[in-house]
């Protein structure tokens, strides 16, 4: 009987072990495709920022109005946003630090009027609850520089 119960619990053991290890697996491989698209986005503003011809595809209704040059500085302050989320979500920064970055970033005229731009689309594209969260802290930070005094 003693040796049954062992058996047992050995079995258990094994089967615990492995569903542990299955399910850090299935999210090692989820991070690593989230990376990956990561970088497929990081490159595609990479080559449309440097590249006026491809706007085109960029101009959806907050963007159609820019210069190229707006237009190139948009897509690089969407490319350290979109670095920024996946960085928190990843646990790579802490969210202070997100917080801290997000008020940096919106001190200045080209963050703010990304964000006040972009915002809305970012939140309709937002994928989970994650993004949902990200959205917000960077409204927070927007909404704090906003109401800020403007230095003389």
Do not use: C
Request: aromatic share 8%.
């Amino acid at each position: 009987m003693k040796n049954r119960t062992l058996a047992a619990s050995g079995l258990l053991l094994g089967v615990g072990l492995g569903a542990a290890h299955l399910a850090l697996a299935i999210r090692h491989h989820r991070e690593k495709n989230h990376l990956r698209f990561v970088r497929l986005h990081a490159d595609l503003l990479r080559h449309t920022a440097a590249d006026p011809r491809l706007n085109e595809n960029t101009n959806y209704g907050e963007f159609v109005d820019l210069s190229d040059d707006d237009r190139a500085r948009f897509m690089n302050a969407n490319a350290w946003v979109t670095l920024w989320s996946v960085m928190l979500h990843l646990g790579y920064l802490p969210r202070a630090s997100v917080r801290q970055v997000a008020a940096e970033f919106m001190s200045g005229p080209v963050g703010r009027e990304f964000w006040k731009r972009a915002r809305n689309h970012r939140r309709v594209t937002a994928r989970d609850k994650h993004d949902e969260q990200f959205n917000d802290l960077m409204n927070e930070a927007y909404a704090e520089a906003a109401q800020a005094p403007v230095a003389a």
